[in-house]
């Protein structure tokens, strides 16, 4: 069966610009969680979304958002953008969340800010 | 917060050789994953550990969860370039909270 996936793979975006990301999880799965990845702070969790509703968050400002459709396709949006929020962006789908042993990540999003 | 130590930061080896990796804690935890994530992808569950003192092999990987679990490990017999990446340690409640992670590179 497909696998998790992200797009777009590669983008480049300036200060102050906003960003869309997509992640489309394996069928059936409808739990997506999304993770920021950098050099600095390594993978740290952004938010959990599952049925369409946010149901956990993690310590990030306001300017990273998101959704899930009732397809259970997520995107995340970064408004404002800083140079601090290059990073891989990992999304993750599972068929429960909340402590699901299995996760499937896809193979991310790297953001680059100039 | 419950934080997790992963040493050592880097570790280059030639093939054939073995190599261990170490997950700590500062508390008890449930229950631990190990995942590898390759150059260009994202992690890859390996095994998730969650009794005490509990050994599992995955072909040449040896994973042990400590008796205390506070601590977890990762060996790895006869590496080979294939086993090139990072590997990090993760706990699991409603999130994955991760490790910074070992960079393992096995030089052919």
């Known amino acids: 069966k497909a696998g998790v996936t992200q797009t777009p793979r590669y983008l480049i975006k300036t200060r102050g610009q906003q960003v869309t990301l997509s992640c489309s999880p394996i069928?059936?799965?409808?739990?997506v969680s999304w993770y920021q990845q950098t050099p600095g702070q390594g993978l740290q969790f952004l938010f959990e979304?599952?049925?369409?509703?946010?149901?956990n968050k993690g310590n990030f400002p306001g300017r990273f958002s998101g959704r899930q459709f009732s397809n259970s396709r997520s995107e995340m949006n970064v408004s404002t953008l800083e140079l601090g929020d290059s990073a891989l962006y990992l999304c993750?789908?599972?068929?429960?969340?909340?402590?699901?042993?299995?996760?499937?990540f896809g193979a991310g999003s790297r953001l680059t800010v100039l | 917060t419950q934080l997790l130590e992963q040493s050592p930061q880097f570790l280059s080896i030639q093939e054939g050789e073995n190599l261990t990796v170490y997950c700590n804690s500062s508390s008890v935890f449930s229950s631990l994953q190990w995942y590898r994530q390759e150059p260009g992808e994202g992690p890859v569950l390996l095994v998730t550990v969650v009794t005490g003192g509990e050994v599992k092999k995955l072909k040449r990987l040896t994973f042990q969860f400590g008796d205390a679990r506070k601590d977890s490990s990762l060996h790895i017999t006869a590496a080979q370039p294939g086993d090139t990446g990072l590997y990090l340690c993760?706990?699991?409640?409603?999130?994955?909270?991760f490790g910074a992670g070992t960079t393992v590179t096995v030089r052919a």
């Open positions: 979304y599952f049925s369409e509703t946010q149901r």
């Open positions: 993760a706990l699991l409640d409603y999130k994955l909270s």
């Open positions: 993750a789908s599972s068929l429960t969340g909340l402590g699901a042993n299995v996760l499937t």
């Open positions: 069928s059936g799965h409808r739990s």
